[in-house]
């Protein structure tokens, strides 16, 4: 009987797994998502610092979203709906932003949110792509073209955009998850302990919560995008 | 005894009949201004999108004038945006409106077809520009249409859905129209 219960438990984990990624756009659970495995670690941080500063200065969020495709609904479409789920920018403010890259139809775009139509007029945008986007997608350095495209938009949005400031976030050591240090430590210390008198068994569970626990990690402020942004190709 | 009873009897059947009806009353009351509400968006959506068709007529003039420099562009071409813009802003009903914006749609597509054909046009940032503020808005004005057709699916389930198709019948609530795009298959 113990020995079924492990292989049991992976098979419950995928079960639920499946059922919980019924949902038909991405889920944007932090300020990069890269579904494609085309950044690092270390460069998700780079990219994701430079989104917390501009919502930390004006309140206005930036999405960077890397896909292996939008088929069947098409970049523009798919941007449009991806923004709408997630709800880029604040409620009635409308300041988000989305950067999104499809590799396998070398196709890119930014979705602009309305509020920030104004300041990122469709040429505008087009402009700070081709001079920070392209270029480098064409020789396949997603990260450079990411972060430097990333970079100049925030750039745009903290220079001529008055948000609300949000400094809220940073009181906690690490950003996305909502604990404080002596929270995380308690958290870790039990893990920890978990892993250690169930033999590694616990690390089981942790399959069957992950995809919970991810889903809490930047609440999007409910912001609307019409559409406004540019797209094209490489 | 008997007699107090009764009485008693009687006013609780009277109470429930009260509360039935005053329950009747609310919903019929609340449904039928959910129906207003979501009536009235299907009409503010479609100002939504008028407000797009009248950004891509804005547009028109700068267009001409920053394409006509260049010779690979048609001549005929702007000729017929032109006269499809003053076409625009002497058409009075939606119907006409959306006619033209179609017409106006294949000739755009002409000139995004050349700007993609001639790479050394893709250099010159005004053209560039021009072309992205172009798109830009073919894409608002498919996004707002998108969500007029949601915004009408979901008003037309409502008035046919049972038992608010009561209301509906009694406040005269009709079906909107979707808007049909000429080269897509009508929605459901």
Known sequence: MRALAAPALVLLALVLSQGTASAEYPTLVYYVTDQVGVLTSSEEFDIQSVCVEVYEQTGAEIAVLVVNTTLPDGIDMFAVKTFEQNGLGQEGEDDGLLILVSVEENAWRIEVGYGLEGILPDSKVGDIVTANLVPYLAVSDYYSGLYYTTYAVGLEIVTNYSGTPHTSESQYPIPWIPLKTWQLAVVIGA????????????????????????????????GRSGGGGARGRW | MALANKKLYTITALIVILAIALATVAWLVLTYNSLVRENEKVDSQWAQVQ?????????????????????QFEASTLTNITQLRTQWMNATTTEDQVNVTNQLDSQLATIIVTYENYPELQSITAVRDLIYELTGTENRISVERMRYNEYVQDFNAHIKSFPASFVAGWGDFEEREYYQSPNAPPPP
Not at chain 1, 198 to 215: D, E, I, Q, Y
Request: no cysteine; charged share 15%; glycine share 16%.
């Open chain 2, 51 to 71: 407000n797009q068709y009248q950004r891509k007529i804005d547009l028109i003039p700068t267009l001409v004038s920053t394409v006509g420099a260049y010779q």
């Open chain 1, 191 to 222: 893990i920890v302990v978990l892993g250690v008198l169930t033999k590694g068994r616990a690390f089981l569970l942790w399959m069957l919560f992950s995809r919970n626990w991810g889903g809490g990690g930047k609440n999007w402020g409910g």
